[in-house]
């Protein structure tokens, strides 16, 4: 796009009859994303500055740099257009709605967003649009799905460039929805503007993400903001069942449908059935009622299931496409998935990594099978540090031995992480294995014939991340080697 073009009615300053014509190829705020032909914005993050790259933008091959530091001197080049403006966040959202067609606003999108269950929410709410016939993309945890191509995921929720460009394909590939998990560090720092929601989902709150929001209040205001800012034709979907989804009734002026267990919901569950292996009861909504046989277990799956029916209701739906859409998933990515390599014992990887996530998951399995669990866990570091104590105590009084472990310790000392965890057990039933793989093992080692093992907190990762590097760490293999070999 031509500079002109991009900066009409955006940019009061003057720009030289010279540079008018320049081609803008892509637009810039981490300068490691810089191309030829680059316009780079600077934005100033908690960590980093963006104005201190701006040398390194241009000697990559930015064109144009705008920054609202009026007092910086930086070296200049032949060619390099500086713009000064008052406020680059507004700037780069003005320039973003201009170079991208605001693409959201030419797709059905659908977001999740809650502390538990929003990658299972969507993956349902995928496989129901695709029974359906429907085309969809996705932008969650465990990857973007963008037409054929899958995408490794940096954030749950994508920064707010990463979004407009990620929608711009999605609708140049003439795709018809997009399903987004909704984080609320995104929802801070606004990360899903201009983003047009069709309808928002609430899962669930509990506590996490305190050394960020640093109250549970602000984390629901975080969260809240997300319904606040629908329109009134976007329709709400949220969970009757939790007491912070009833306060979201009065924060939006769209349309509301809820779904739950106990109290009178819209969409309801009824003569609920758990197993260890499948999950059955009766959906009741307006439109009718549908038997549901899943082989996701759990109550808590019960409500994720609740979730991605109401909203696809919303939709026009029917009842027997979105039974045979649930029917089609047999299992979400680190979601309580089974791993069988010929044991006569059961291993679950899951990715519950807060006291309410792993209270869910052991007490599901606790409920369905009259057998030991043994749990292997610890909590990432440079997070939440107020949930440590409380996952530890929920362990001691759930699991009947644990083997403590490191997480991601990032920039923690591993050993004082799980010191905190150790410090909520109430009972000597547990052990401190600081190596994952090795706790791993070990946990393996203990298992006996109908035994159950989880393995919580990384669920889909790959990956472990320490202090001064990111290595390679997929559970699924260390499982296998450890019982085939």
Same mark, same amino acid.
């Given at each position: 796009m031509r500079l002109e073009n991009l900066l009409q009615n955006i940019y009061e300053g003057d720009i030289d009859t010279h540079c008018r014509d320049l081609e803008i190829s892509s637009i810039c705020c981490d300068s490691r994303q810089v $191309?030829? /032909? #680059? &316009?780079?914005? @600077?934005?100033?993050? #908690?960590?980093?500055? /963006?104005?201190?790259?701006i040398e390194k933008a241009i000697d990559q091959g930015a064109r144009v740099i705008v920054t609202d530091q009026e007092k910086r001197n930086f070296r200049s080049k032949e060619g390099v257009v500086i713009l000064k403006v008052g406020d680059t966040f507004q700037f780069l959202r003005d320039l973003a709605k201009r170079f991208y067609d605001h693409p959201s606003s030419q797709i059905k999108t659908i977001g999740v967003t809650g502390t538990n269950g929003k990658t299972t929410t969507v993956y349902l709410m995928e496989a129901i649009l695709h029974e359906s016939e429907h085309s969809c993309g996705v932008i969650g945890t465990v990857n973007y799905r963008i037409g054929e191509r899958v995408l490794p995921s940096k954030n749950t929720t994508p920064g707010f460039l990463d979004n407009q460009m990620l929608f711009r394909e999605?609708?140049?590939?003439?795709?018809?929805?997009?399903?987004?998990?909704?984080s609320s560090h995104a929802l801070d720092q606004g990360r899903i503007d201009l983003i047009d929601f069709k309808a928002a989902v609430f899962t669930n709150l509990t506590s996490d993400h305190l050394d960020y929001h640093g109250t549970q209040e602000n984390y629901f205001s975080a969260k809240a903001s997300f319904f606040t800012r629908l329109s009134s034709d976007a329709l709400a979907v949220i969970n009757i069942d939790d007491i912070f989804g009833r306060r979201l009734f009065s924060k939006t002026k769209s349309k509301i449908r809820t779904y739950g267990i106990h109290n009178n919901?819209?969409?309801?569950?009824?003569?609920v059935k758990i197993g260890i292996s499948a999950t059955e009861f009766k959906l009741v909504a307006d439109e009718g009622q549908v038997n549901i046989r899943t082989k996701l277990v759990g109550q808590f799956n019960v409500y994720n299931i609740l979730a991605a029916a109401t909203a696809c209701l919303g939709e026009g739906i029917s009842l027997d496409k979105i039974r045979k859409g649930i029917e089609n998933l047999s299992c979400v990515p680190g979601r309580l998935q089974r791993v069988e390599c010929g044991q006569d014992y059961t291993i679950f990887i899951d990715y519950a990594h807060t006291q309410d996530a792993l209270e869910n998951v052991l007490t599901t399995i606790r409920s369905t099978v009259d057998a030991k669990i043994i749990l292997?866990?610890?909590?990432?570091?440079?997070?939440?540090? @107020?949930?440590r104590p409380m996952m530890g105590a929920v362990a001691s009084r759930l699991a009947d031995f644990s083997v403590?472990? #490191? +997480?991601?310790?990032?920039?923690?000392?591993?050993?004082?992480?799980?010191?905190?965890?150790?410090?909520?057990?109430?009972?000597?039933?547990?052990?401190?294995?600081?190596?994952?793989?090795?706790?791993? $093992?070990?946990? &393996?080692s203990l298992a006996r014939k109908g035994?159950?093992?989880?393995?919580?907190?990384?669920?889909?990762? @790959?990956?472990?991340?320490? $202090?001064?590097?990111?290595?390679?760490? +997929?559970?699924r293999q260390i499982i296998q080697q450890f019982i085939l070999c």
């Open positions: $191309k030829k /032909g #680059s &316009l780079f914005i @600077t934005q100033k993050g #908690s960590v980093y500055d /963006g104005a201190d790259f999605l609708v140049d590939e003439g795709v018809e929805y997009c399903l987004m998990e909704v919901a819209d969409v309801k569950a009824v003569d292997v866990f610890g909590c990432g570091g440079n997070r939440d540090r @107020t949930k403590v472990t #490191s +997480d991601n310790p990032r920039n923690e000392d591993p050993q004082t992480i799980i010191d905190n965890i150790i410090e909520g057990f109430e009972n000597d039933h547990y052990e401190v294995i600081v190596e994952r793989e090795e706790a791993i $093992k070990k946990s &393996l035994d159950v093992v989880l393995i919580a907190g990384k669920g889909h990762e @790959t990956y472990q991340i320490f $202090k001064d590097k990111t290595i390679h760490f +997929d559970e």
